[in-house]
């Protein structure tokens, strides 16, 4: 996910040194299960653990969002 707020800056919310094994494992925890279903329900979770499981997501994200952003975030600097 990302948000410009203007010309020159931009949020994002992407960690890619994350990795699937121990994201998995974090949110299958009780505690953080309970979190995420008390914030978002029993379904957003679900669908979280099921695309974490989806190479395919995976895959796109390293090879198309990522490349795509820094292109363009590079690519703006250059005058």
Same mark, same amino acid.
């Given at each position: 996910?990302?948000?410009?707020?203007? $010309?020159?800056?931009?949020?994002?919310?992407?960690?890619? $040194?994350?990795?699937?094994?121990?994201?998995?494992?974090?949110? *299958? %925890? @009780? @505690?953080?299960? *309970?979190?995420?279903?008390?914030?978002? #329900?029993?379904?957003?979770?679900? %669908?979280?653990?099921?695309?974490?499981?989806?190479?395919?997501?995976?895959?796109?994200?390293?090879?198309?969002?990522?490349?795509?952003?820094? %292109? *363009?975030?590079? #690519? %703006?600097?250059?005058?």
């Amino acid at each position: 996910m990302a948000v410009r707020f203007n $010309e020159h800056f931009m949020g994002t919310q992407f960690h890619p $040194e994350a990795n699937v094994t121990g994201m998995l494992m974090h949110l *299958q %925890s @009780e @505690e953080k299960k *309970q979190v995420v279903i008390a914030e978002h #329900g029993f379904a957003k979770w679900q %669908s979280m653990v099921e695309q974490l499981q989806d190479p395919d997501k995976i895959r796109y994200t390293y090879s198309h969002q990522l490349p795509n952003f820094l %292109s *363009q975030a590079v #690519g %703006s600097l250059v005058v």
